[in-house]
T-cell receptor, first 112, second 114 residues
Framework: LAKTTQPISMDSYEGQEVNITCSHN???????ITWYQQFPSQGPRFIIQ???TKVTNEVASLFIPADRKSSTLSLPRVSLSDTAVYYC?????????????FGAGTRLAVHP | EPEVTQTPSHQVTQMGQEVILRCVPI?????FYWYRQILGQKVEFLVS????????KSEIFDDQFSVERPDGSNFTLKIRSTKLEDSAMYFC????????????FGPGTRLTVL
């Protein structure tokens, strides 16, 4: 499993775009990049997953450069309710029973 | 929208007692997991379960822990003799496909061991 590095914490204000970058220098060819969100006292929640280039859904966008050694989760126009911990996970999607390995994540605080 | 449910939401027990944490995964899911999160720490994998048997377990999941799917809907985690360090949030998760990273987590059970 590729090791990931992301900022411990970030601060933002309502209405701003937030970009959280994750480094994964040892990503393997068949690894995918997945982001989860966790609100206080709740279980993690899947946000988005990608392999390369750009993926967008109703919640976020995920940007992955060609070398795939990093990825950026982009949250457009955050609100107070986006205050949470965001986890970047890297691992193979195929084969094996996919346990999720969480790091410390990035604690995002959105201020009024 | 279907969701994973867990009961109880909070369990307080005395050290050495047995506890059973219950989960009802999403109905068409086939792969089940337990994770725990000690207060202020990261989410840790405990065990995965498929086709009525454990498929993988972590070092944390020692002989004090067991899992069971007693019927077609429930998935339980039993801790035989609780220790103070078992105090944590325990999350159940499920997914349809072992290759799919979108695991659906329950709201968790907060276990407090006194």
């Amino acid at each position: 499993l590729a090791k990931t590095t992301q900022p411990i914490s970030m601060d933002s204000y309502e209405g701003q775009e937030v970009n959280i970058t994750c480094s994964h220098n040892n990503i393997a060819t068949n690894d995918y990049i997945t982001w989860y969100q966790q609100f206080p006292s709740q279980g993690p929640r899947f946000i988005i997953q990608g392999y390369k280039t750009k993926v967008t859904n109703e919640v976020a966008s995920l940007f992955i450069p060609a070398d795939r050694k990093s990825s950026t989760l982009s949250l457009p126009r955050v609100s107070l309710s986006d205050t949470a911990v965001y986890y970047c996970l890297v691992g193979a999607r195929t084969g094996g029973y996919n346990k999720l390995i969480f790091g410390a994540g990035t604690r995002l605080a959105v201020h009024p | 929208e279907p969701e994973v449910t867990q009961t109880p939401s909070h369990q307080v027990t005395q050290m050495g007692q047995e506890v059973i944490l219950r989960c009802v995964p999403i109905s068409n899911h086939l792969y089940f997991y337990w994770y725990r999160q000690i207060l202020g720490q990261k989410v840790e994998f405990l065990v995965s379960f498929y086709n009525n048997e454990i498929s993988e377990k972590s070092e944390i999941f020692d002989d004090q822990f067991s899992v069971e799917r007693p019927d077609g809907s429930n998935f339980t985690l039993k801790i035989r003799s609780t220790k103070l360090e078992d105090s944590a949030m325990y999350f159940c998760a499920s997914t349809t496909d072992r290759g799919q990273d979108e695991q659906f987590f329950g709201p968790g059970t907060r276990l407090t061991v006194l």
